[in-house]
């Protein structure tokens, strides 16, 4: 069977995915192929980053690849907190750190407009591959709900009345940034080891 390795050791991530690839196409986490340490991640932008974990790996074992990259672009912001997502209040913020400094930094704003992006960077023989997944909404002044991560909680996209962190993860994993690009992944998988 073909292999392709995802440069994460996210469990949850790498079996979503497989499950939907199906047995086509044997996915590899970072552990799979014996990898320790921390893949860099100092670019300025969530594409640069994808690419820069992707390149990474397929510089060092010559396999094919793919790596992703997310963040919160919030439009009074200026884009903020994007890139930095994950260290927003700090190096070691946990995610009510950084929904409790978004929430402050926004008190009394007016536009509360913001996307989730996610760019996944592939390489497939060689090439390398993007694809994007955007989901808009706004966010909201208060906390609510209980599952999912990160800004779920805050987080209320467009044409649906609840907070991702309210709805059911099935509905999410439908609507997502991240179920939007790892979609259009699969499909270029698809079409490409028929
Ligand atoms: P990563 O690139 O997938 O690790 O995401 C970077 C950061 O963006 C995470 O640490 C979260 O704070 C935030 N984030 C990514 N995806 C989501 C999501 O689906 N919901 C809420 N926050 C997210």
């Given at each position: 069977m073909n292999k392709l390795v995802f440069a994460t050791n996210n469990r949850y991530k790498i079996a979503e995915i497989q499950h939907i690839i199906g047995n086509q196409l044997q996915l590899l986490s970072l552990k799979d192929i014996q990898f320790e340490g921390d893949i860099p991640?100092?670019?300025?932008?969530l594409e640069g980053n994808a690419i820069q974990k992707a390149n990474f790996i397929h510089d060092r074992y010559l396999l094919d690849c793919f790596a992703d990259d997310t963040g919160l672009e919030v439009e009074a912001l200026n884009g903020?907190?994007?890139?930095y997502s994950a260290r927003y209040a700090g190096e070691n913020a946990t995610y009510a750190d950084n929904v409790n400094k978004l929430l402050r930094e926004m008190h009394g704003l007016k536009n509360r407009r913001a996307c989730f992006k996610t760019v996944i960077a592939l390489f497939w023989e060689g090439q390398l591959y993007r694809f994007e997944g955007k989901i808009c909404g706004n966010i909201t002044t208060e906390s609510s709900g209980e599952s999912g991560f990160g800004y779920d909680p805050i987080f209320l996209p467009d044409g649906y009345q609840q907070t991702f962190a309210e709805m059911d993860a099935s509905v999410k994993n439908k609507i997502s940034h991240r179920a939007i690009a790892t979609q259009k992944l699969i499909s270029f998988i698809r079409s490409v080891s028929d």
């Amino acid at each position: 069977m073909n292999k392709l390795v995802f440069a994460t050791n996210n469990r949850y991530k790498i079996a979503e995915i497989q499950h939907i690839i199906g047995n086509q196409l044997q996915l590899l986490s970072l552990k799979d192929i014996q990898f320790e340490g921390d893949i860099p991640e100092t670019s300025p932008t969530l594409e640069g980053n994808a690419i820069q974990k992707a390149n990474f790996i397929h510089d060092r074992y010559l396999l094919d690849c793919f790596a992703d990259d997310t963040g919160l672009e919030v439009e009074a912001l200026n884009g903020a907190p994007g890139v930095y997502s994950a260290r927003y209040a700090g190096e070691n913020a946990t995610y009510a750190d950084n929904v409790n400094k978004l929430l402050r930094e926004m008190h009394g704003l007016k536009n509360r407009r913001a996307c989730f992006k996610t760019v996944i960077a592939l390489f497939w023989e060689g090439q390398l591959y993007r694809f994007e997944g955007k989901i808009c909404g706004n966010i909201t002044t208060e906390s609510s709900g209980e599952s999912g991560f990160g800004y779920d909680p805050i987080f209320l996209p467009d044409g649906y009345q609840q907070t991702f962190a309210e709805m059911d993860a099935s509905v999410k994993n439908k609507i997502s940034h991240r179920a939007i690009a790892t979609q259009k992944l699969i499909s270029f998988i698809r079409s490409v080891s028929d």
